[in-house]
């Protein structure tokens, strides 16, 4: 029931982003910009890592496009509400998780594939990296935005209106970008900074995708991050369902 | 056996001002078979009761059944027994009228195959046959109506709970739609539960109304029961009945100023 149900939603919302071809593509050119004009900055500095400069950035870049990306996944479901296609859905005996599982699921495949494009330009700008870690990169975009959508869905059903929700979003991602170190790694920065970007979940992600970029699997970083991605992904998707039981109200 | 009974519905929003009791206490029931009119000026609280008893939103007191189920303890089961439509409808208008009703279809858990073929049942019931490959965006708002209808019906559920379904609605499409919903009971038997603005509506197609005011019921009866006591007469006008019992607009003209 649940995986039918699941598929069900994804197939429509999957449709919905293949019938919008331009926004699949937009998506992807905020991080290319930094590609572009931010990462040749960056090839002859010393970033205390292994590896390029560009297995440095790459990783930083995936996870920002998942950050900025599914954070504001909300908005489709805040026009849903208006159309009442939520509630036409919930009064159906669909599974609630399914409800948002489908929806998330499809984003994932839409940031994984924009991943997969940023992944191509960067191997032309010079990034090498190992493919088994360049496929671990792209499971922790996967995870990253199931979490990321799932807790931006709980709120836009919570906030009901676009005015609330940007301001709301913005004011969580900008810090988040800024304290995991997703632009340059915060062990560059001072001991403060480096600890308080330790109380910010990305951090481990950045540091597990960074560590797998340069071949290192089976690091202390690579458990943390994947432990962190897997208990935050958990946590997430069980708000997120909840808040389609009730629907916000 | 009245198909719902509800008593002492109740929910409570809670906001920075306090609590909001948007349903005090609702006490009702319908028969099989009946068209409802569910009658009440702005905010006394008729799609807050639609959302409770359609499962959409958990009451906060009271008890209810709908075909048989238990709100609190069965909302699968009242899922399975009753369709709804929104006052906004709720279809995407970026999707065609045909995949919305198989998507519907399979909502409810019916097998692909059927769902198609249920999809051109209803298409034909609701003359959107000629319509199944347009956007839903693209029809006129009787046809969107009628879409709306059909997904709700997709179940062949008991209970059908129309939320304001003909505002907006020119007059043609109106009157459709009261055939609709009178051919609806009189072929299937299903109980129609309506809201609406529209005292004329509820004159023309409601058994029976309940009127509400400040989230519970004031009065309720068939039409001309209801005029003869709240209205003076059996000849008195619907508008003025529902006037006399909600307490709003001016008052009658043989009624002495209590105070001033």
Do not use: C
């Given at each position: 029931m649940l995986i039918q149900d699941t598929a069900l939603i994804y197939g429509r919302y999957l449709r919905q982003s293949l019938r919008s071809r331009f926004a699949l593509l937009f998506g992807v050119l905020m991080p290319l910009l930094y590609l572009l004009f931010f990462g040749p900055l960056l090839t002859d500095l010393p970033l205390g890592g292994k590896g390029s400069s560009w297995q440095v950035l790459v990783p930083g870049l995936l996870l920002q496009l998942g950050l900025f990306g599914a954070s504001f996944?909300?908005?489709?479901?805040?026009?849903?509400?208006?159309?009442?296609?939520?509630?036409?859905?919930?009064?159906?005996?669909?599974s609630r998780l399914a409800l948002l599982l489908g929806r998330v699921l499809r984003e994932a495949t839409v940031f994984v594939f924009q991943a997969v494009l940023l992944v191509l330009a960067a191997l032309a700008m010079g990034l090498r990296a190992p493919l088994p870690g360049v496929l671990i990169g792209f499971a922790f975009v996967g995870l990253l935005t199931v979490s990321l959508a799932s807790?931006?869905?709980?709120?836009?059903?919570?906030?009901?209106?676009?005015?609330?929700?940007g301001p709301a979003v913005n004011a969580m991602t900008m810090p988040m970008m800024l304290l995991s170190g997703l632009m340059l790694p915060m062990t560059l920065?001072?001991?403060?900074?480096?600890?308080?970007?330790?109380?910010?979940?990305?951090?481990?992600?950045?540091?597990?995708?960074?560590?797998?970029?340069?071949?290192?699997?089976?690091?202390?970083?690579?458990?943390?991050?994947?432990?962190?991605?897997?208990?935050?992904?958990?946590?997430?998707?069980?708000?997120?369902?909840r808040v389609f039981r009730g629907a916000g109200a | 056996m009245?198909?719902?009974?509800?008593?002492?519905?109740?929910?409570?929003?809670?906001?920075?001002?306090?609590?909001?009791?948007?349903?005090?206490?609702?006490?009702?029931?319908?028969?099989?078979?009946?068209?409802?009119?569910?009658?009440?000026?702005?905010?006394?609280?008729?799609?807050?009761?639609?959302?409770?008893?359609?499962?959409?939103?958990?009451?906060?007191?009271?008890?209810?059944?709908?075909?048989?189920?238990?709100?609190?303890?069965?909302?699968?089961?009242?899922?399975?027994a009753c369709g709804y439509v929104a006052q906004s409808g709720g279809v995407?208008?970026?999707?065609?009228?045909r995949e919305e009703l198989v998507t519907q279809g399979r909502l409810y858990r019916l097998p692909k195959a059927r769902a198609v073929e249920r999809a051109l049942e209803l298409a034909h019931d609701l003359g959107l046959t000629q319509l199944l490959d347009r956007k839903a965006g693209a029809l006129s708002g009787g046809q969107r109506r009628r879409l709306d209808i059909a997904m709700a019906l997709t179940h062949r559920p008991k209970v059908l709970f129309l939320d304001e379904p003909t505002t907006g609605l020119d007059p043609g499409s109106r009157a459709d739609?009261?055939?609709?919903?009178?051919?609806?009971?009189?072929?299937?038997?299903?109980?129609?539960?309506?809201?609406?603005?529209?005292?004329?509506e509820a004159d023309a197609l409601a058994d029976r109304l309940v009127i509400v005011d400040r989230g519970t019921v004031v009065a309720e009866g068939t039409p001309s029961a209801l005029k003869l006591r709240h209205g003076g007469s059996i000849d008195a006008t619907l508008q003025d009945t529902f006037l006399a019992i909600t307490g709003r607009g001016p008052a009658p003209a043989d009624a002495a100023p209590v105070a001033v």
């Open positions: 996944a909300g908005f489709a479901v805040i026009i849903e509400q208006s159309q009442g296609v939520v509630d036409r859905m919930r009064v159906t005996p669909v807790l931006s869905y709980a709120l836009a059903l919570k906030v009901r209106t676009p005015q609330e929700f920065g001072p001991r403060w900074l480096d600890v308080l970007s330790h109380f910010v979940p990305f951090r481990y992600l950045v540091d597990a995708v960074r560590d797998a970029y340069v071949g290192a699997y089976a690091t202390e970083h690579m458990l943390y991050g994947t432990v962190v991605a897997v208990l935050f992904a958990a946590l997430a998707v069980t708000v997120g369902t | 009245p198909v719902i009974s509800a008593a002492g519905l109740a929910r409570t929003f809670p906001t920075k001002r306090g609590p909001v009791e948007a349903v005090r206490s609702v006490d009702l029931t319908v028969q099989e078979g009946e068209i409802l009119g569910f009658l009440g000026p702005n905010g006394a609280g008729k799609t807050t009761t639609l959302r409770m008893l359609t499962t959409l939103l958990a009451p906060t007191g009271g008890a209810a059944t709908v075909a048989g189920h238990d709100l609190a303890t069965d909302p699968a089961g009242v899922r399975r995407d208008p970026q999707i065609t009228v739609l009261w055939d609709l919903v009178r051919r609806l009971r009189d072929e299937q038997g299903t109980t129609v539960f309506l809201t609406t603005h529209y005292l004329d």
